[in-house]
């Protein structure tokens, strides 16, 4: 019986990442973030956000700007829940915007405001639509190309990419996530906050090659952004 109960829910977790079309899982993400956005979202928590980056930043300078350790971030808030639960999307722009540069230093507390009036899904249980970072950069004046299939990338050449990846494409219960990826001083691909811990993200030629190995090759692209 304990066998064939987890062979249910082992089918059943997998359902998602292999039954169901990625633009189909981009939609009802969409549509989260857009009932989300009806709702009154003021989460009071703006001040006290500001306050916590101001302990991270001499952590982010010495990892070159980027944020790569999104679980230490227990004392920040993405709607209802911490940013070291939901943050990756948010995490993900910043990283972005610090890959091309900026004439201040940018304040993570900010760009969660603004994910939270639109943006945010679930009261941030369901972190960030994919879409809502795609109008993020056009908005601030950025070229974006998007796809939610990976034969596709490869005609996709940008600065740099924000890929939303299932962590393992056979358990839909190891969530979603959002990465940036930027080239390095080598002029290779690697995957910033990909793991969450701030370990040194490894190389790849391709954007192809990154997507087939990150997370011993158990993720699964859902989509990605070229940003430039």
Request: glycine residues 6%; contains cysteine.
């Given at each position: 019986m304990k066998n064939n109960r987890g062979r249910i829910?082992?089918?059943?977790?997998?359902?998602?990442?292999?039954?169901i079309n990625n633009r189909i899982v981009i939609k009802i993400y969409d549509l989260l973030r857009k009932l989300q956005r009806l709702r009154k979202n003021d989460y009071n928590h703006f001040s006290a956000n500001l306050r916590a980056f101001e302990r991270h930043l001499p952590h982010i300078r010495?990892?070159?700007?980027?944020?790569?350790?999104?679980?230490?971030?227990?004392?920040?808030y993405y709607g209802k829940v911490t940013v070291s639960y939901s943050g990756c999307g948010v995490i993900a722009v910043y990283n972005i915007l610090n890959c091309f540069g900026t004439e201040r230093e940018m304040n993570l507390a900010y760009l969660i405001k603004e994910f939270e009036t639109d943006g945010m899904v679930?009261?941030?249980?369901?972190?960030?639509?994919?879409?809502?970072?795609?109008?993020y950069f056009l908005r601030h004046g950025y070229n974006?190309?998007?796809?939610?299939?990976?034969?596709?990338?490869?005609?996709?050449?940008?600065?740099?990419?924000?890929?939303?990846i299932y962590n393992?494409?056979?358990d839909?219960?190891?969530?979603?996530?959002?990465?940036?990826?930027?080239?390095?001083?080598?002029?290779?691909?690697?995957?910033?906050?990909?793991?969450?811990?701030?370990?040194?993200?490894?190389?790849?030629?391709?954007?192809?090659?990154?997507?087939?190995?990150?997370?011993?090759?158990n993720a699964k692209m859902i989509c990605i952004l070229g940003i430039d």
């Open positions: 829910h082992s089918s059943l977790y997998s359902f998602i990442p292999k039954k010495k990892s070159h700007g980027y944020i790569n350790d999104q679980h230490n971030y227990t004392d920040m679930l009261s941030g249980r369901g972190g960030t639509s994919p879409l809502a970072a795609y109008d974006v190309r998007f796809t939610a299939d990976i034969n596709e990338v490869q005609n996709i050449t940008a600065d740099a990419y924000i890929a939303t393992n494409k056979d839909i219960s190891r969530n979603i996530h959002s990465i940036a990826i930027v080239r390095n001083e080598n002029g290779r691909f690697i995957a910033l906050n990909c793991d969450c811990n701030g370990t040194i993200p490894e190389e790849y030629e391709s954007i192809h090659e990154l997507l087939c190995h990150i997370k011993n090759k």
